[in-house]
């Protein structure tokens, strides 16, 4: 018995990418989760899956909740503190987390 992408509920997917210390790594974490995006556009892809993206940035740390990970939507996307992004992180209600964070 075949059943419909459109009729499943999507896998809410969180790409988390940035750094909490480094600018240089910060950009080579968002290098990667673009060509992440860009790579997952096809339409069984976005028919299954639903992507959200949180980014952590060294200064605080802050964070920041873009709505896609093109220069405009994440310059957009307001930051905010440590604490308040953690909060938003789990009101996510995510299925899946994929990191495109580096430790140094």
Known sequence: ??????????????????????????????????????????????GKYEFLYAVVHPEGPTWSFPKALDEKSRKAAPRVPHEVGLKTLADLNADVCVPHMFCY
């Open 1 to 46: 018995m075949g059943s419909s992408h459109s009729s499943q509920k999507k896998v809410r997917v969180v790409h988390l990418l940035g750094s909490a210390t480094s600018a240089y790594y910060e950009g080579v974490s968002t290098t990667l989760a673009v060509g992440c995006e860009q790579a997952a556009q096809d339409e069984e892809t976005l």
